[in-house]
C-alpha cells in the first residue's frame, strides 16, 4: 500500500470527505487530492496533524513509508 492510499483509506474509514478533512487540515479540497494522488509531499507536521484528523499514528504512517516501493528517479 502506498502512502496516498493508506491516508486514502484512513479518511474513508473516518467517514470524512475530502472537504471536510480539507476543513480540519486548514487547506483547500484540491490540496487533500493532491496529498490522496501522490502529488504534494507531506511535512512532518502535516504526518502528525493528518493523524490527529484521520485516527492514526506517526508510526503507523512511518511504517506504511517503509513498506512502499521506492520511486526509481
Known amino acids: 500500500m502506498t502512502i496516498p492510499e493508506f491516508l486514502r483509506e ?3 474509514k473516518q467517514g470524512l470527505t ?3 478533512v480539507a476543513e480540519r ?3 483547500s479540497r484540491p490540496v487533500i487530492s493532491y496529498i490522496e494522488n501522490g502529488s504534494r509531499k507531506l511535512t512532518a507536521t502535516d ?5 490527529r484528523i ?3 499514528t506517526v508510526t503507523e504512517f512511518f511504517t506504511v513509508e517503509a513498506q512502499a516501493p ?3 528517479c
Open 47 to 51: 504526518v502528525v496533524r493528518l493523524g
Open 54 to 56: 484521520l485516527g492514526f
Open 10 to 12: 484512513r479518511r474513508l
Open 18 to 20: 475530502q472537504a471536510q
Open 25 to 27: 487540515f486548514g487547506v
Open 70 to 72: 521506492l520511486d526509481p
